[in-house]
């Protein structure tokens, strides 16, 4: 992903070196319950086929690119969503059910749904009369 893009100076030139695309960490929240864990990213102009998803040696991999916006051939004067890579990593804690990982993207937002093994979610124990 270190793909070099070629940006223009404000009198139109190109610099001298090409700028690296940026690549940024998404903003994430993550919850837990007792039946599985919750990653929330915000993707801002991303649709979930776009997204590449992994799970690899108990580390969760979310990446994605997101190319400028192009309603119109006229050119932008303002542009603040800027071609740019999204990278976020996380380490997956003990007992995730990695098999049955489910996501979904709607809106800009992707859910990412971690399920706990049965051994690892809590159970109650009943404790017999001596």
């Known amino acids: ?3 070099q893009v070629a940006v223009r100076n404000s009198n139109g030139t190109l610099p001298t070196k090409p700028y690296p695309r940026r690549t940024v960490a998404p903003p994430v929240d993550v919850f837990e319950n007792e039946d599985e864990v919750l990653v929330v990213a915000d993707v801002p102009g991303i649709e979930g086929e776009a997204l590449d998803l992994r799970v690899e040696n108990d580390t969760l991999t979310l990446e994605t690119h997101r190319s400028p916006s192009s309603d119109s051939t006229a050119p ?3 542009r ?3 071609e740019v890579d999204f990278a976020r990593s996380f380490r997956l804690p003990a007992g995730i059910d990695t098999a049955n990982i489910a996501a979904e993207a709607k809106n800009g937002t ?3 749904r971690l399920p706990k093994a049965a051994a690892a ?3 109650r124990v009943t404790v017999s009369a001596a």
Do not use: G
Request: no cysteine.
């Open 1 to 3: 992903m270190s793909e």
């Open 76 to 78: 932008a004067l303002l």
């Open 80 to 82: 603040e969503y800027d």
């Open 110 to 112: 992707l859910v990412v």
């Open 121 to 123: 979610k809590p159970r």
